[in-house]
């Protein structure tokens, strides 16, 4: 898989196994053990940070994650919640260059209200720590944020840490919140207005402040989900430079 960002390019290849057990009709958990081979391209302006990542290196461990889905409609959840955690264990054999913690998680609940109206939030939490004398974590793993599932008044992954040069290379904890009211308008359309927050830093004694933005969007159902269409303005930037996204799928 070749991942492009801004700042680095990510060449992955690697394999897993995966353990999984349901729990009940609406809980899972799973237990998976990854191998992967990174090769990663850092553009030639950067230096001090990351002068030292090495291009090419292994990572091998173990993910063990839970969830629980009380929803029942897969492309329209109008009532319900969602729970998602895992917790990563990375450095265990194959010469694995990092060695590290990351975990996250996501929660998500839907309230419907005035007939066919929802109410639908989230909050998303991550952190992601080096360990065994490592000073760093791998870039390519560090959290961003922004974009169309995510603060939708910036664009793809813009959201995080800026090195020296000016270029992003994101962030070891990550936090986010987004609340959208879902409206119906006719037929196969509706509408929806937005609010998001939430921000990247570096070290758990740190108080970013958050980033904000706000927006509207239309849908239009489809047998694949909705289509997208949302516009997000960014809150108190001192400047007007709004983002417009097409997707497929609700945000959240």
């Given amino acids: 898989m070749i991942q492009h960002e801004y700042s680095y390019n990510i060449k992955r290849l690697g394999a897993g196994i995966t353990l999984q057990r349901k729990l009940s009709d609406e809980s899972a958990t799973f237990l998976t053990y990854s191998v992967e081979n990174d090769r990663l391209n850092i553009s030639d302006q950067f230096s001090s940070d990351l002068s030292k990542t090495e291009s090419l290196h292994n990572k091998s461990g173990f993910t063990a994650g839970y969830s629980i889905n009380t929803t ?7 009532d319900g919640w969602k729970w998602n955690a895992s917790l990563t264990y990375m450095g265990i054999g194959f010469n694995s260059k990092y060695h590290y913690l990351k975990m996250t998680v996501d929660g998500r609940n839907y309230l419907q209200f005035m007939g066919n109206w929802v ?10 720590e080096p360990l065994q004398g490592d000073l760093q974590t791998p870039l390519e793993d560090r959290f961003l944020l922004g974009g169309a599932s995510s603060l939708r008044g910036w664009g793809r992954n813009a959201i995080a840490l800026i090195s020296k040069d000016g270029l992003l290379v994101g962030g070891n904890y990550m936090a986010e919140a987004n ?3 879902r409206i119906p308008i006719y037929d196969i359309f509706s509408g929806v207005v937005f609010a998001d927050a939430g ?3 570096n070290s758990a004694l740190d108080l970013p402040v958050l980033r904000l933005d ?6 239009a159902k489809s047998p694949i989900g909705p289509i997208r269409l949302d516009v997000g303005f960014p809150i108190g930037e001192n400047k007007f430079k709004p983002q417009f996204f097409i997707s497929i799928g609700h945000a959240f």
Avoid at 72 to 78: C, I, L, T
């Fill in 199 to 201: 921000n990247i830093w």
């Fill in 179 to 181: 609340l959208e009211i």
């Fill in 119 to 128: 109410l639908a939030s989230r909050v998303n939490l991550g952190f992601i």
């Fill in 214 to 219: 706000t927006g509207m969007g239309l849908r």
């Fill in 72 to 78: 029942k409609n897969v492309f329209e959840p109008n």
